[in-house]
């Protein structure tokens, strides 16, 4: 008897679904296996969004990836675009140096060219003639020209005993030596201040200096400031 009621109870357990929830619930399995259902549809709902959340961070591992690739390649763009501009700079900077250079190569084959001209005579008669444009205006018409001749025993001129000869415009007391040059140079320069040195000390008058000519090279013009011989000129020749 008791062993046919066991087997009837396992029987009511496996095949009436009523009697069994009854039983679950006398013995408390009805919460449980509500909370386990529950649990297993959120593990299952869970597992879903992980399933979702795995491909959109697949997704974006991918757009990083395509991204760290552009700025690889940016990168490797601006240091060729950076070696380009330097080597561009170089380049002006080469070419401004060959043009600096064929500058000044110009002015002094220009410089040359003059300096031959007024030596030769090429540019002399119109230069010249505004040169001493000062004199004739001015000074001729003040001033008595004389022709100053003199023995220079001790060489203050040349260096060695020479005869020097210079005009002289002497108004009253003021006495102006005149030299004459197709093209001054610094060389002019030192021998007219040398020899207002030789006349101040023959004729016990200090001179004033003049230079007259339709060119002066720069360094003469210099040096004449220097020592204080007046210029007259119409070009100033850097070479």
Do not use: C
Not at 73 to 100: M, P, Q, Y
Not at 208 to 218: K, M, S, Y
Request: no cysteine.
């Amino acid at each position: 008897m008791g062993f046919d009621l066991k087997r009837e109870l396992l029987r009511l357990l496996r095949e009436d679904e009523e009697f069994r929830y009854a039983v679950m619930g006398l013995l408390g399995m009805v919460d449980l296996k509500s909370s386990v259902d529950n649990l297993v549809k959120a593990i299952s709902d869970m597992k879903d969004i992980v399933a979702k959340h795995g491909e959109e961070i697949i997704a974006l591992k991918g757009s990083v990836d395509e991204l760290r690739k552009t700025v690889e390649t940016l990168s490797n763009s601006f240091g060729e675009l950076k070696k380009v501009i330097e080597t561009l700079s170089d380049d002006v900077k080469r070419h401004g140096e060959v043009i600096l250079i064929m500058q000044s190569t110009l002015e002094k084959l220009t410089s040359s060219v003059t300096a031959l001209g007024y030596r030769y005579g090429l540019f002399t008669e119109e230069a010249f003639r505004e040169a001493i444009k000062y004199l004739v205006s001015d000074l001729l018409k003040a001033y008595t020209v004389r022709r100053w001749t003199y023995y220079d025993s001790e060489g203050v001129v040349f260096g060695h005993p020479s005869i020097i000869d210079v005009d002289v415009l002497v108004r009253d007391n003021e006495h102006i030596l005149i030299e004459y040059k197709a093209l001054i140079d610094r060389g002019d320069v030192a021998e007219l201040a040398r020899e207002g040195m030789l006349y101040e000390r023959v004729n016990k008058v200090k001179p004033r200096l003049l230079i007259v000519g339709p060119a002066i090279r720069r360094r003469a013009l210099e040096l004449a400031r220097e020592l204080g011989v007046e210029v007259r000129a119409s070009e100033v020749i850097d070479r």
